[in-house]
């Protein structure tokens, strides 16, 4: 990579925690009453409305039910709520981990997350490390999302770095791609492993080990 790294962006989900909790997912069924692919398909229907802040959490649920066919009660909505939380949740350790040590060594990081209010603060509330974090940007705060060019702008104006020294990581192609034409460096998170075989490809095997007890 040309530049310098001096700061490390990060998505949360599928970066910062690991995939979907299957029994969160049972735990909606069973509060819906919906069948999985109805349910699955009336979940995504209008969630990038949600994750820009173009809806509530609450208006989010109102509208999963209404594409479901089941309009659902507040109390419904209330536990689906919580449950969502408890989906997306699941610590990817080895990447917080990465993210502690590089705070540890004086590195800038920050979240750049598609989230909207009811999940950003379910998981602030979870996660006491995500205080650490120099600067925090969530989609729904900003009405507008990733891959949009300008929410990658203000990541970098909070993180206050030069664009070009910002290294962002992010589990989807497509936004990979929006923060490449923003000026980011940026490194694709499927798996552990092929991340950091990315890393050292890079010539980042150091920003990785940052931090790093050695014996």
């Not at 009453?33 to 995504?44: H, N, Q, R, T």
């Not at 650490?132 to 702008?153: G, Q």
């Not at 993180?159 to 936004?175: G, K, S």
């Amino acid at each position: 990579m040309a530049e310098s790294v001096q700061a490390v962006l990060f998505d949360y989900g599928l970066v910062l925690t690991g995939p979907p909790d299957p029994a969160a997912w049972q735990t909606m069924q069973q509060i819906t009453g919906v069948a999985e692919p109805v349910l699955s398909s009336a979940y995504w229907g209008p969630r990038h409305d949600y994750d820009r802040g173009h809806l509530s959490g609450r208006e989010y649920w109102r509208a999963v039910g209404v594409h479901a066919g089941m309009p659902f009660r507040e109390s419904q909505i209330d536990r689906l709520i919580a449950a969502d939380t408890a989906l997306w949740t699941q610590p990817n350790q080895p990447m917080i981990d990465w993210a502690q040590r590089l705070q540890a060594a004086g590195t800038r990081t920050g979240i750049l997350s598609n989230l909207g209010d009811e999940m950003m603060h379910g998981v602030l509330a979870a996660f006491d490390w995500m205080g650490a974090f120099h600067h925090r940007t969530w989609s729904h705060t900003l009405r507008m999302a990733k891959p949009e060019p300008a929410i990658y702008h203000h990541a970098a104006a909070g993180l206050d770095v030069p664009i070009a020294q910002i290294l962002f990581v992010d589990d989807r192609e497509d936004n990979i791609a929006g923060a490449l034409a923003a000026g980011m460096q940026a490194i694709r998170y499927t798996e552990q492993e092929p991340f950091v075989r990315s890393m050292r490809d890079c010539g980042l095997e150091e920003l990785w080990t940052r931090g790093r007890m050695t014996l």
